[in-house]
C-alpha cells in the first residue's frame, strides 16, 4: 500500500485530494515539522532534498508533487495515456504547474531564502504580479480542458489548491490574489469543494468548512504547517 | 509524422534538439527571432500561450515545457528515459521534475537576477542563487555515487543533456566571474557530462548551435 508522507496544508495535500477523489488506499505518515522531521536521516533518506510530500511505493519513494500526480496518473488511468492527443495538454499543464505557478508561489511564501532582506517589497510586488499572469494562464486552460481540469483529478486538484493557498499566503504581506478574478478557478473550487472527500481531508487537515471557496488559516489536530 | 521545433541555438529548445538527434528522428526547425517580435506574434502564442521556448508541433497539436516534450518523445519513441513500465521511472520523475522547477529556475535567476526583486538586489540574488545551485548540484553528485542511475547515462541520456545545457548557462552566462558555477567540486557530475558531450548526438547539436567543443563540461561561449 502506498504510504503518504504528509504535513498539514503542505503539497501533500495535493496527492491526498487526488488519492482519495480516485479512491486509491493508502496510509499517511505525519512529518513532523515542529522538530524539523522533514530534516532527519530517515527522511532525506526517502527525498534527499527534505520537501513534503513523498509517495513510497512498490518502485521506490517518489518525491516531488508533480512527478506524483504523473505516476499516479500513469498507474491508475487519472490522465490522458501516453498515446493520447490529450496527452500534449496533460504534460505540458502539469510541468507548468510546477515549474512557474508552484515554483513562484513558493518564492512568494518563503521569500528569504531566495532574496536579500532590503528587498523583500519589490520581490513581494514583482513576483505577485507575474504569479497572477500564471493564474491568468490557468484560467484559460481551466475553462479551455474541463476534462483535463476537472475536480479531483491531477491538473485541477494542483490548480484550486494553489488558489488556496493564494488567498492566504505570505501571513504578513498585503492580500493580493482574489479568486473571483478567475471565472473558471472559482467553479473549479466550487466543485472540489462539493466532492464528498473534500470535508473529510479539511477535517483531518484542519483546513475550515470551505478550504477553496473561503480559505482560512489551517488549524491542524495534528502536525504542523511550517 | 512531423515535428517542428521552435528553436534559437543555445536556448531551451537546444535540449529538446538534443532529444530529437538521439532519437534520429526527422525533425523542421522553426527558427525563432526575439527582436524581430516572434515570441509576441499572435501565430506563436497559439502554440504556446507562455511565449517561450521550446515547443514542438506534433501531429497531436503544440506541446511546450522542456520536461513535457522530453516525457512525450519519450512515450513515442524510447530511449531517452525510463519507459512507462521500467521500475526506475519512479526515481526518474522525481528528479526530472527537480531539474525542471528547481535547477531550471535557480539557473535563470543566476542569469537574470535583476527580474525576481528589481534592479538595485541583482547582485545579492546572483549570490544566493549560486549559492543554491551548489546545494542543488551537491544532491545530484550524492545521487549519482550512491546509485548510479541508468536515466544519468548516454543509455538513456535526455535528463543529461538538459542538465548539462543548464549547468553550461550556469558556468558562463553570469557577467561577473565570481557568480559563475564550476563543476570542479562535483566530479560524478563532470562525468556524466563529460561522458555525454561526446555522444554522437550532443556532436552534431554542438556543430549547427555553435555550442563548442565541449558544450557542457567547459562551455566555450564567446564573451
Known amino acids: 500500500m502506498y504510504k503518504l508522507h504528509y504535513a498539514p496544508d503542505n503539497a501533500s495535500l495535493i496527492i491526498r485530494f487526488v488519492l482519495d477523489g480516485a479512491g486509491i488506499p493508502y496510509r499517511t505518515v505525519l512529518v513532523d515539522r515542529t522538530c524539523r522531521q522533514q530534516d532527519s536521516p530517515s527522511y532525506r533518506a526517502l527525498n534527499p532534498t527534505g520537501l513534503i510530500p513523498t509517495l513510497e511505493t512498490s518502485h521506490g519513494p517518489i518525491s516531488e508533487t508533480g512527478a506524483i500526480l504523473l505516476w499516479l496518473a500513469d498507474t491508475h488511468g487519472l490522465g490522458p495515456a501516453p498515446a493520447s492527443p490529450e496527452r500534449p495538454g496533460f504534460l505540458k499543464w502539469l510541468f507548468f504547474l510546477s515549474n512557474s505557478a508552484h515554483a513562484d508561489l513558493r518564492q512568494i511564501f518563503y521569500p528569504r531564502q531566495y532574496c536579500p532582506a532590503e528587498a523583500l517589497v519589490a520581490h513581494q510586488e514583482i513576483m505577485s504580479a507575474r504569479m497572477l499572469q500564471h493564474f491568468a494562464l490557468l484560467e484559460v486552460a481551466a475553462e479551455t480542458l474541463p476534462v483535463l481540469f476537472a475536480p479531483a483529478r491531477p491538473l485541477g486538484v494542483y490548480a484550486v489548491v494553489l488558489t488556496r493557498w493564494a488567498a492566504l499566503y505570505p501571513v504578513e504581506a498585503p492580500r493580493w490574489f482574489n479568486l473571483a478574478d478567475f471565472p473558471a478557478l472559482a467553479a473549479l473550487a466550487g466543485a472540489q469543494e462539493a466532492r464528498v472527500e473534500t470535508p473529510v481531508i479539511a477535517r483531518t487537515e484542519g483546513l475550515g468548512p470551505h478550504p477553496f471557496t473561503a480559505p482560512e488559516h489551517p488549524n491542524p489536530p495534528e502536525g504542523s504547517v511550517l | ?223
Not at chain 2, 517580435?37 to 522542456?66: H, K, Q, S, W
Not at chain 2, 565570481?178 to 556532436?203: D, G, N, T
Open chain 2, 1 to 223: 509524422m512531423t515535428l517542428t521545433l521552435y528553436h534559437i541555438p543555445d536556448w531551451a529548445s537546444s535540449i529538446i534538439r538534443l532529444a530529437l538527434e538521439e532519437l534520429g528522428q526527422p525533425y523542421q526547425i522553426k527558427p525563432m527571432d526575439w527582436d524581430a517580435g516572434d515570441f509576441d506574434a499572435p501565430a506563436f502564442r497559439l502554440v504556446n500561450p507562455l511565449g517561450l521556448i521550446p515547443a514542438l508541433g506534433t501531429p497531436d497539436g503544440p506541446i511546450f515545457e522542456t520536461a513535457a516534450i522530453i516525457l512525450w518523445l519519450n512515450a513515442r519513441y524510447e530511449g531517452l528515459a525510463p519507459g512507462l513500465q521500467e521500475p526506475e521511472r519512479a526515481a526518474f520523475l522525481s528528479w526530472l521534475m527537480f531539474v525542471s522547477n528547481t535547477v531550471h529556475p535557480t539557473v535563470m535567476a543566476m542569469i537574470h537576477p535583476d527580474r525576481p526583486a528589481g534592479p538595485a538586489a541583482a547582485d545579492q540574488m546572483a549570490r544566493m542563487a549560486l549559492d543554491s545551485l551548489n546545494e542543488q548540484a551537491a544532491h545530484l553528485e550524492t545521487l549519482i555515487t550512491t546509485r548510479a542511475p541508468r536515466w544519468l547515462t548516454t543509455a538513456q541520456p535526455a535528463l543529461g543533456h538538459y542538465l548539462g545545457i543548464l549547468l553550461r548557462w550556469a558556468a558562463c552566462l553570469p557577467q561577473d566571474p565570481a557568480l559563475r558555477f564550476s563543476l570542479a567540486p562535483f566530479p560524478a557530475l563532470h562525468a556524466v557530462l563529460a561522458a555525454q558531450e561526446q555522444s554522437p548526438a550532443a556532436c552534431r547539436v554542438a556543430q549547427t548551435d555553435d555550442l563548442g567543443p565541449t558544450p557542457f563540461t567547459s562551455p566555450g561561449i564567446s564573451e
